[in-house]
């Protein structure tokens, strides 16, 4: 589990670069401003997808769906191009942000289904994520380095949002196994102090079978005696 949200946290991380050097560099060096959509869902998808195969778990498709949604999109974003770019890259990713909101309700309703405490943060981090996807939706109507340095401010924002999610994982994980460690020192001390007591009472029993054999033979002395 510690090695699964370690893994998420360096996915996160590197989003996170890719989506400065957007902010740092726009455009980097295209022209093409659905084509460098393109690039980054696909990116993003592939991001995604090694995650699905190395934190894969049982009824769990987050980062499988988050893949293909961004791999379709992006697709989809860079074949039917038109003169007005914009509006093509403003309504993919409005739809790409629509379909993450969707895959992101799945995975709140996972945690929450498994009493894990991360659905609350997960819904907190799902209503900051469609207000930060909408305000980048509606701000695309401009030249291709604004829409660079918007598409790299998205990504920044969903790294930081989605770190979250790892960290508290890892604080919970290490607060759980701190707990079970000392639940298993108070369960050894126990049992040591049982068997001290166990030990004791039989020192005792052995010191009042002694004094018995001791007091009948010092009677059969004086009988002997007498």
Known sequence: MRKEYLTVAVAN?????????????????MTDVNFMFFVIMIFYGLVNYILYLITRKKDDYEYLFVSLVSIVVGTA?????SEN????????????????AIIKLIKIDYYHDRNNPLWFL?????????????????NL????????????????SIAILDVFDPVVGIVMYLHQEKLEKEALKKEILKEMQAKKKKSIKLEKTDANK???????????KENKAN
């Open 77 to 81: 974003g860079s074949v039917f191009n």
């Open 210 to 220: 002694s004094t018995k054999k001791n007091s009948t033979k010092s009677k059969a």
């Open 141 to 156: 109507f401009y030249n291709i380095k604004i829409q660079s340095i918007m598409l790299g401010f998205l990504l920044i």
């Open 122 to 138: 997960r819904t907190i981090t799902f209503v900051l994520f469609l207000i930060v996807g909408t305000l980048i939706c509606v």
């Open 13 to 29: 991380i590197i989003v996170f670069i890719f989506g400065a050097l957007l902010v740092i560099n726009p455009s980097m060096g």
């Open 85 to 100: 770019s914009a509006m093509v890259l403003s309504l993919s990713l409005m739809s790409w942000v629509a379909m993450m």
